[in-house]
């Protein structure tokens, strides 16, 4: 769905640093949320946030930190990368006003930490 | 907080079989069980959902039937072709509108 991007699509980093993973969408949703994907765990919820006042911490957030700069945008940061945050990461959008809480998601962001 | 649980973790048939893919849940306050499918090296995508209203969806090949009582949902695919082959998850979202996914299936449709 081109409709939510995510920057950088790749990134190889080095223990340590800082980064940050951001996601942008013109769905006009007002909600947004970031997972983790590992081989055999599924999806994993980060951070999720219901409107540009609202964030809430997921189920692995741990190590993590979100910024919801404005409706259409959510970035998701890694002070201190390690490598077991080495994953696919995935970024997606819901609409509040919708009939159901199905998600659309990004294109998603390979993180290799070394 | 929600457990959804999918099994197999693998699957593979032949064209032209069925696949069934079952998922458990284990909060009674979920309404909305989306299935979404991941083809290789892209993003999971909506195939089909079912709200805790209804039975038994179905849309082509594809269908999703929920069992309430019992918490468990499952996805059949009948007449399967090269193109299904995927990882597919099953999700169950409640009150807090939010998606718990399970594991994953990898689905592999063999000529």
């Known amino acids: 769905d081109a409709d939510v991007t995510q920057t950088p699509r790749n990134r190889i980093t080095k223990t340590g640093k800082r980064i940050m993973l951001e996601c942008s969408q013109t769905?006009?949703?007002?909600?947004m949320y970031w997972y983790r994907q590992d081989p055999g765990l599924g999806l994993r919820l980060i951070y999720y946030s219901f409107d540009v006042k609202d964030i809430n911490k997921g189920e692995i957030s741990d190590g993590y930190s979100v910024s919801r700069q404005a409706q259409a945008k959510f970035s998701l940061s890694l002070e201190s990368a390690i490598p077991n945050q080495t994953a696919l990461y995935f970024c997606a959008t819901s609409d509040s006003r919708g009939r159901t809480d199905t998600q659309y998601f990004g294109p998603g962001t390979r993180l290799t930490v070394l | 907080g929600e457990n959804v649980e999918q099994h197999p973790s693998t699957l593979s048939v032949q064209e032209g079989d069925s696949a069934v893919i079952k998922c458990t849940y284990s909060?009674?306050?979920?309404?909305?069980f989306p299935w979404y499918k991941q083809e290789l090296g892209k993003r999971p995508q909506l195939i089909i959902d079912i709200r805790s209203n209804v039975g038994e969806k179905k849309d082509q090949r594809i269908a999703v039937t929920l069992n309430k009582t019992a918490k468990h949902f499952s996805l059949h695919i009948t007449e399967t072709q090269p193109e299904d082959s995927a990882v597919y998850f099953c999700a169950a979202s409640g009150t807090a509108s939010k998606l718990t996914f399970g594991t994953g299936t990898r689905l592999q449709v063999t000529l």
């Open positions: 769905k006009g949703h007002d909600r």
């Open positions: 909060d009674s306050a979920s309404n909305y």
